[in-house]
């Protein structure tokens, strides 16, 4: 038996919690993980505190919080992934021409971990350790549109969090949900001009067994490129890399 039954009663809703589509009512969380209402209570209370967990209070729900999202990418960002994506990152520069990039999630930024240059083609703002806004970059609209809703939900709660760059974007969540939707339908995200102007770059995201983005793959080229000239490449880039890592 656990020395430390609090933490492992804490990981394991983590872990639950981490399993479902969408947010989940305290009594499914207590019998899931079979313990008493009282003291699921007092741990994701414990957990709002810390940010792991965030309360929709309207529906009366619990789901992940960013300080939760903040752990899952760091394990994107170590060593394993960056081996693995390095050699498919170079096979998709050689196909399209084009920069490519891998990005991570890192609150409402994304993380730059690996850039692959095109021969010729100037270097971009996307290089290895730049942070960007998310939700104006391809790769974090790739990576946003593969999250629940409700989570999208808590990492944009008003419009002071969608910042601006360049004077375009979504400036809202409303606005935000519009755009991944598209990119859902679609397939793959897009942003043209919004990081840098006559850039443009699509994206797609990497899943790992539990469908949840890790990362996200792109390109970038010159404003005025056809996207779909490079979606099928990046996605099958990002499918590739996905069943590595088990989605």
Same mark, same amino acid.
Request: charged share 20%.
């Given at each position: 038996? +656990?020395? /430390?039954?609090?933490?492992?009663?804490?990981?394991?809703?983590?872990?639950?919690?981490?399993?479902?589509?969408?947010?989940?009512?305290?009594?499914?969380?207590?019998?899931?993980?079979?313990?008493?209402?009282?003291?699921?209570?007092?741990?994701?209370?414990?957990?709002?505190?810390?940010? $792991?967990?965030?309360?929709?209070?309207?529906?009366?729900?619990?789901?992940? &919080? /960013? !300080?939760?999202?903040?752990?899952?990418?760091?394990?994107?960002? %170590?060593?394993?992934? %960056?081996?693995?994506?390095?050699?498919?990152?170079?096979?998709?520069?050689?196909?399209? &021409?084009?920069?490519?990039?891998? !990005?991570?999630?890192?609150?409402?930024?994304?993380?730059? /971990?690996?850039?692959?240059?095109?021969?010729?083609?100037?270097?971009? #703002?996307?290089?290895?350790?730049? =942070?960007?806004?998310?939700?104006?970059?391809?790769?974090? =609209?790739?990576?946003?549109? @593969?999250?629940?809703? +409700?989570?999208?939900?808590?990492?944009?709660?008003?419009? @002071?969090?969608?910042?601006?760059?360049?004077?375009? &974007?979504?400036? +809202?969540? +409303?606005?935000?949900?519009? #755009?991944?939707?598209? @990119?859902?339908?679609?397939?793959?995200?897009?942003?043209?001009g919004e990081v840098s102007d006559g850039l443009a770059s699509v994206a797609a995201p990497v899943l790992d067994h539990?469908?949840?983005?890790?990362? @996200?793959?792109? /390109?970038? $080229?010159?404003?005025?490129?056809?996207?779909?000239?490079?979606?099928?490449?990046?996605?099958?880039?990002?499918? &590739?890399?996905?069943?590595?890592?088990?989605?």
């Amino acid at each position: 038996m +656990s020395q /430390v039954p609090a933490a492992t009663r804490t990981l394991r809703v983590l872990r639950f919690l981490a399993s479902q589509p969408d947010p989940v009512a305290l009594d499914r969380i207590a019998r899931a993980c079979d313990l008493p209402r009282s003291t699921a209570y007092h741990l994701v209370n414990a957990m709002i505190a810390e940010g $792991f967990v965030v309360h929709l209070e309207d529906e009366r729900r619990y789901g992940l &919080g /960013v !300080a939760a999202f903040e752990v899952g990418s760091g394990f994107a960002r %170590q060593e394993p992934l %960056q081996r693995i994506a390095r050699r498919p990152l170079a096979a998709l520069v050689d196909t399209t &021409g084009y920069g490519g990039h891998l !990005a991570v999630l890192h609150g409402r930024d994304v993380l730059y /971990v690996l850039e692959e240059r095109a021969p010729g083609r100037p270097p971009l #703002v996307t290089d290895v350790g730049v =942070r960007l806004p998310a939700h104006l970059t391809a790769s974090g =609209r790739a990576i946003l549109m @593969a999250l629940p809703s +409700s989570q999208v939900r808590a990492l944009y709660p008003d419009r @002071a969090a969608c910042v601006d760059r360049l004077g375009t &974007g979504p400036t +809202s969540l +409303s606005g935000l949900r519009t #755009v991944l939707s598209e @990119a859902r339908q679609r397939g793959y995200a897009i942003e043209d001009g919004e990081v840098s102007d006559g850039l443009a770059s699509v994206a797609a995201p990497v899943l790992d067994h539990n469908q949840h983005p890790v990362a @996200a793959v792109a /390109v970038t $080229f010159a404003h005025g490129t056809a996207f779909e000239e490079a979606a099928g490449a990046v996605r099958t880039t990002a499918v &590739g890399l996905s069943r590595r890592l088990g989605g």
